[in-house]
């Protein structure tokens, strides 16, 4: 009997994990982008409720989560994606302005460039996977949007 109560307990602990997961990866379908950010306080409490009392590790997680993403909430991962990669497509177009601003003529060749130039197909050089220092002043906009990705 205890033992079922227990696994009961830990499938109400999966199930409210697993809400709060859901609400961080995914916005609800057909949402506009000003409504995606959405509290975590219901789904915080759900885990907090469905834990055992005094579990240290549930507790460590909890108290892990910023006030504010409880309170005001947080975008989802899949509008975070979608963002990035406007953000990605506007850098591409741009790449050749330089910070100061440049004439109309080379927002024109910089748009013209970032159609001409092919996506870099080749990975990340392995020493730079395992951490060896690299100067980052030889990158150039498309290398460093390429390790952004």
Excluded at 59 to 86: C, H, M, S, T, Y
Excluded at 100 to 128: C, D, T, V, W
């Amino acid at each position: 009997m205890e033992e079922e109560r227990g696994a009961s307990n830990a499938q109400i602990l999966w199930s409210a994990c697993q809400a709060l997961a859901r609400a961080v990866k995914s916005a609800p379908a057909g949402a506009p982008v000003e409504t995606t950010i959405r509290p975590l306080e219901p789904e915080i409490k759900a885990v907090t409720k469905a834990a055992p009392k005094e579990d240290p590790l549930v507790k460590a997680a909890i108290q892990g989560i910023p006030e504010e993403a409880a309170k005001r909430g947080v975008f989802p991962e899949d509008v975070l994606r979608a963002r990035f990669l406007k953000v990605e497509q506007v850098a591409r177009r741009l790449a050749m302005v330089p910070e100061e601003g440049a004439s109309l003529p080379i927002y024109f060749l910089s748009y013209l460039q970032s159609y001409l130039i092919i996506k870099n197909a080749n990975p990340i050089p392995q020493y730079e996977i395992e951490d060896k220092p690299i100067d980052v002043n030889k990158l150039n906009t498309y290398d460093i949007l390429h390790r952004a990705r």
